[in-house]
Each structure stands twice: as structure tokens, then as C-alpha cells.
């Protein structure tokens, strides 16, 4: 089963609006990383938020962290038509093998020009 | 551009056969991953290896391996293909000047028919 299930499934706002997802976790975390998927193409690192990090901000990306909830949100603001992607949250587990990630199923995030 | 190095960017393939999946890791990196990518399944760690050694198995089918050579370069080889084999398979590398960070390549497409 997955470690991080990333919620909502799919998003669609306007450009200039802000888009918030969301990631849960089962187990203990050394790590989270949010990545990016444009359709067909690598995965993009966006973000790496430590466990003892509650919230990093890169740009217009904003990453929050509860491990008491074991849950991540991703806020990207001011939102521009190509930040259409896929969104993935991943987990870095305590006592899982060196720097194996988990991936989310994902966030498909379209944003209308 | 991620610096890892994937080829063939495209394979289409017959049932039955056997294909194997080039990486180049970013230069330095001694970890190298692959993950396969399916609609139904999602984003599924395969396996890693650390400088030539495996370090950590995910869902790695039996008909599937991979090493990793001395110039560190990466192969994935999949054998007595089947058609739920169709997927993006990516590799991603990372070192000790990017922590825990992992770097995707733009990934293979394989479709066996």
C-alpha cells in the first residue's frame, strides 16, 4: 500500500487563485518531499520538508508538516496555468532503507487560464 | 534538466521478449533507483543500488533485475515481457551533495504488445 495518500484526487481553480493540497502518512518519517509531474515527463523535485521542520517555503510554494497528524500540505499560490501537473507527496520512512521513497497515487492540479 | 540520463526514451516490444533500460546517474551520484510507473499502479519502487551493491528491493517482479556498473551507470533488464509490463520506468539518482533529494530522469517508455 502506498505511504502517502495525497487528497483531493484531482483540483481545478482559476490562475491567480491558490491551490492547497493535501498528503497523509502511515508511519514515522526521517523526511517529505513534494515532487511534480508535467504529463509523460520526470518527476521534479519541488521541496524537502525534515521531520523536525514544521513549515519551508520555496517561491511561491509553501509545505507544512504535522507529524503529530502525519500529514503535508502543499500550498502554491497565486496559481499560473503551467503549474498544471501531477503533484506527489513522498515519504523518506524511519528505519526504511537509505533514502527509498514512498510515493503518493498523486494530485492532478489543472489551473484555467 | 535533472542531469540523470535515461535511454531509450521510447521501446515498444512483443510478449515474450526481453529489453533492458539504460541510466546515466548525475554526475557524483552514487545511489541509483528505479521506479515504474502505471495508471493502476501508480509510482512503484523497484529496487536501489548503492555504488555497485543492491542497497533496497521494492516490488520487484522475479522476471525483472538490475545492476548498477563500476562507472556507475544503471540497467534494468526485463524479461519474458508481458503486457501488464507496459509502463514508464524511471530512474533517479542521488548523492551526498543532494541529501536526501532523489533526481528522476525523464524516464522509458515501454509498451509491449
Known amino acids: 500500500s502506498q505511504q502517502g495518500e495525497e487528497d483531493p484526487q484531482a483540483l481545478s481553480i482559476q490562475e491567480g487563485e491558490n491551490a492547497t493540497m493535501n498528503c497523509s502518512y502511515k508511519t514515522s518519517i526521517n523526511n517529505l518531499q513534494w515532487y511534480r509531474q508535467n504529463s509523460g515527463r520526470g518527476l521534479v523535485h519541488l521541496i524537502l520538508i525534515r521531520s523536525n521542520e514544521r513549515e519551508k517555503h520555496s517561491g511561491r510554494l509553501r509545505v507544512t508538516l504535522d507529524t503529530s497528524k502525519k500529514s503535508s500540505s502543499l500550498l502554491i499560490t497565486a496559481s499560473r496555468a503551467a503549474d498544471t501537473a501531477s503533484y506527489f507527496c513522498?515519504?523518506?520512512?524511519?528505519?526504511?532503507?537509505?533514502?527509498?521513497?514512498?510515493f503518493g497515487k498523486g494530485i492532478t492540479l489543472s489551473v484555467r487560464p | 534538466d535533472s542531469g540523470v540520463t535515461q535511454t531509450p526514451k521510447h521501446l515498444i516490444t512483443a510478449t515474450g521478449q526481453r529489453v533492458t533500460l539504460r541510466c546515466s546517474p548525475r554526475s557524483g551520484d552514487l545511489s541509483v533507483y528505479w521506479y515504474q510507473q502505471s495508471l493502476d499502479q501508480g509510482l512503484q519502487f523497484l529496487i536501489q543500488y548503492y555504488n555497485g551493491e543492491e542497497r533496497a528491493k521494492g516490488n520487484i517482479l522475479e522476471r525483472f533485475s538490475a545492476q548498477q556498473f563500476p562507472d556507475l551507470h544503471s540497467e534494468l533488464n526485463l524479461s519474458s515481457l508481458e503486457l501488464g509490463d507496459s509502463a514508464l520506468y524511471f530512474c533517479a539518482s542521488s548523492g551526498q551533495s543532494s541529501g536526501n533529494t532523489i533526481y528522476f530522469g525523464e524516464g522509458s517508455w515501454l509498451t509491449v504488445v
Open positions: 513522498a515519504t523518506d520512512a524511519v528505519g526504511g532503507a537509505n533514502s527509498k521513497l514512498t
